[in-house]
């Protein structure tokens, strides 16, 4: 393929120096091309002579490119486009060290909102082995009789994983330190209305919408709490 041919999609830059223009024009070609995981992209050179730019500047465009996992460098193939790890920009900045709370706040109501809609996930994919496992996890729960982060882990963390969906499942995980935070904010934790126990029960005799109900009544302290915070905290 010819240089002609292989850039004549791309549209030159006057500002040769703003590696940020580069970058937005890369991610249209490569839309306009319709590049899939696996295609190869022009040479740097190719890219900077359609482009009209330096091979830095273009290099440096790239370089955030294969940062975000857009693109990978391959012996004998040069750069080609990749599956993006959709997570994993969020794996590297989600601690609540880092963020302010607002943000917390809106990412805890986020965890709120993705409960409620499990039910949707979970009855067509629920097996007698998954409730058996609940009830495991509730049993020694109530053995205690305390509330610990690690039983509201166990329990949520397995209704994400009996949806089948790994994204959903690995996005919880994202949202843990967040829900295990906020936990901590709390003087006495408090419990919903309906138990673990209670949810398992749900699961077993009713249905998706008793099921969400049962969840919201769960989850009910945690609604509660946003719609009416404690003193000091962010309305």
């Known amino acids: 393929m010819s240089i002609l041919s292989a850039t004549h999609d791309l549209e030159p830059i006057l500002n040769k120096t703003m590696a940020d223009i ?27 002579e359609g482009l009209g730019v330096s ?6 465009a790239l370089s955030r490119l294969r940062m975000l996992g857009i693109i990978e460098t391959r012996k004998k193939r040069g750069m080609v486009i990749t599956q993006p790890d959709i997570l994993g920009s969020f794996e590297k900045v989600l601690d609540p060290i880092m963020i ?13 909102v993705l409960e409620m809609g499990l039910p949707d996930l979970l009855f ?24 610990r982060i690690q039983n509201e ?6 209704l994400y994983e009996i949806t089948g969906n790994n994204t959903l499942k690995r996005f919880q995980s994202l949202l843990l330190p967040i829900f ?11 419990r919903g209305k309906i138990s673990h126990s209670g949810l398992v029960e749900l699961l077993k005799t009713g249905n998706k919408e008793a099921f969400r ?9 945690h609604f509660d709490r946003l719609e009416h915070p404690a003193p000091g905290e962010t309305a």
Not at 100 to 112: A, G, Q, V, W, Y
Not at 180 to 190: C, F, M, N, Q, S
């Open 100 to 112: 302010d709370e607002t943000t917390m706040r809106d990412i805890f109501e986020l965890r709120l």
């Open 180 to 190: 295990a935070y906020v936990i901590t904010l709390e003087e006495k934790p408090t």
């Open 213 to 221: 109900q049962g969840m919201l009544e769960h989850l009910r302290p």
């Open 124 to 147: 067509p994919r629920l097996t007698d082995a998954h409730v058996a496992e609940l009830e495991k996890i509730a049993r020694e729960e109530q053995a205690t009789d305390n509330f």
């Open 55 to 60: 091979r830095n500047v273009v290099r440096e």
């Open 22 to 48: 580069v970058e937005a024009r890369l991610r249209e070609f490569i839309r306009n091309k319709n590049y899939k995981p696996g295609d190869s992209l022009p040479t740097e050179m190719e890219l900077a």
């Open 153 to 158: 882990i166990a329990f949520h963390g397995k």
